[in-house]
């Protein structure tokens, strides 16, 4: 049974530009899809743009325009951003699609149908001033857990997740005035029928989570979960399927982590993939869902009950990717507080593999890390260019100019053999862990060792004395190029896709590469250029 791989994304919210936090969160996706699909996986790899929630709707009324207007907007500046990244998504839409509605709420009729949603009337936070119901986004009060103020649905200090009618000293974000309540009918998920469920999948999966999706999950499962509602008052959103309802729309937490799900089926569709059959809890398939550590409740409790509701049988997450974030002078970078650096300004001013090979080196998996653009420019320089280009261009320049680019024939050094199948090995173990930070660490490993062994071999030396052990020599240093395009191109896609070609590969895999014994380079090009840091 071919191993099939789902990765997941986090849908940005379409309100704002991305910046280095999202990258930093949402790269590790593209680099398991690559991955996955070198090691011949059946693999689809999903995301899309978060068009309805409420950040949204507050960005537009600030302008004075439609919603669809300001997360068009941003919707499509996040295609460019991710296509410049060079990320290889099988679909990245919207929440906004058609086929994403129409998704949604077939999912709901079978959630209702399978008995996990209800109708309840209860209190619910109203502006007198503003005269309507409000969004927990729309509402400023007191955390019920840590005491500081933040908005309603969730804290920003302590990360909690809460219903808003438990904050304290609440008021209106828009007018500032205190907010009164009054009886809301809205349709509710039972989402404490699965709190057993989810403690023994939470006990099963977490020693194969990220420690602070391990802490944030069971701090959540511990203070017992609470049915939520489904629905809410807004104009901007997926319509109800339910009787009763037509003024209402889906709650954002719900259709959007539903995202994963209604875009997985488009890709099945297009490819021809039994939808049902590919997301089987059988055994052969690795979800991976990919995020900033803010999100974890929301695919480590929420989401796994939405897909128990809809099918007992689908599989549930495998693979927490959950980071921590970026900060600018120790402060997280935030959209709202503007202390950010955007990925368009970093699209058009360096090179993709540049950005993501800096982001990767020093992703924050483990702990918070400082973004800097001196540090990144100087870590392409020292290993991209001064490393794993000096390495294939003093190689290359020195057979095209000595042998018109003919490599002699000659036997790969069996412990650099030994060395590099154990790379695919050691590397491939922490990819399918989603351990990208180590494994990167180790591709700088293989960069310095290549170049140790060009030093120490002296093949422009061995070229005059001994054409022989020249030829094993370059043999060597063709066998590790080659197969450095395999093992970093998940990260630096387009270095090592140019490389390939110069080295006339048929395509890349998770497999040692053998070049053919004599071959001719052609093509051969200066790999990286370095970056002057003061201009």
Wanted: hydrophobic share 35%.
């Amino acid at each position: 049974m071919t191993k099939r791989v789902l990765i997941g994304n986090a849908w940005p919210y379409a309100n704002n530009m991305l910046h280095v936090g999202h990258l930093a969160a949402l790269l590790p996706g593209d680099i398991l899809a690559r991955f996955s699909r070198l090691k011949g996986y059946e693999t689809i790899f999903v995301s899309g743009s978060d068009m309805h929630g409420t950040p949204i709707t507050e960005r537009a009324k600030k302008e004075g325009v439609n919603p669809a207007e300001i997360a068009g907007k941003y919707h499509a500046e996040f295609c460019d951003d991710f296509e410049k990244m060079l990320f290889s998504y099988d679909m990245y839409t919207n929440t906004d699609t058609d086929y994403h509605k129409s998704a949604v709420m077939d999912f709901i009729k079978v959630i209702e149908k399978n008995g996990f949603l209800y109708e309840k009337t209860e209190p619910q936070d109203y502006c007198e001033s503003c005269g309507k119901f409000l969004s927990d986004r729309e509402i400023e009060g007191k955390c019920p857990v840590c005491g500081k103020v933040t908005r309603g649905d969730q804290c920003e200090y302590c990360m909690a997740s809460f219903d808003s009618n438990l904050m304290t000293d609440k008021i209106c974000r828009t007018c500032k005035k205190a907010t009164s309540t009054k009886m809301n009918k809205h349709l509710m998920f039972r989402l404490s029928c699965f709190q057993e469920k989810l403690e023994a999948f939470f006990e099963k999966m977490a020693p194969a989570w990220r420690w602070n999706a391990v802490n944030e999950t069971r701090k959540y499962l511990e203070a017992g979960l609470p049915d939520r509602a489904v629905t809410r008052d807004l104009e901007w959103g997926v319509e109800v399927p339910v009787p009763g309802y037509e003024k209402k729309r889906v709650y954002v937490w719900f259709e959007a982590v539903l995202g994963y799900l209604t875009a997985c089926r488009a890709v099945c569709e297009k490819k021809g993939i039994d939808f049902e059959c590919f997301m089987r809890n059988d055994g052969g398939l690795s979800a991976y869902y990919v995020h900033g550590k803010d999100n974890i409740p929301f695919h480590t409790v929420i989401f796994p009950a939405l897909q128990l509701a809809i099918d007992e049988n689908m599989q549930l997450p495998t693979h927490i990717v959950s980071s921590e974030y970026v900060n600018m002078n120790d402060e997280k970078m935030s959209k709202s507080k503007g202390n950010l650096i955007s990925v368009h300004d970093l699209a058009e001013q360096y090179p993709a593999d540049a950005v993501r090979f800096y982001t990767m080196l020093f992703n924050p998996e483990r702990r918070d890390v400082n973004f800097s653009i001196s540090e990144m420019i100087q870590t392409y320089n020292k290993f991209l260019c001064g490393g794993f280009g000096n390495f294939v261009n003093r190689n290359l320049s020195f057979l095209v100019k000595k042998y018109g680019g003919v490599v002699p024939s000659g036997n790969v050094d069996s412990q650099v053999l030994s060395y590099v199948e154990g790379l695919y090995s050691s590397i491939g173990e922490k990819m399918e862990k989603a351990e990208l930070r180590s494994a990167c660490e180790d591709m700088v490993d293989f960069i310095q060792y290549a170049n140790k062994y060009y030093d120490e071999n002296k093949p422009w030396v061995a070229a005059k004395e001994d054409e022989a052990r020249f030829a094993d020599i370059s043999a060597t240093c063709i066998f590790m190029m080659a197969n450095m395009a395999n093992i970093f191109s998940p990260v630096i896609p387009d270095g090592c896709g140019r490389l390939a070609e110069m080295l006339g590969m048929k395509g890349l895999s998770w497999n040692v590469f053998m070049p053919e014994k004599t071959f001719t380079i052609e093509n051969a090009a200066i790999l990286y250029t370095k970056i002057d840091e003061k201009q």
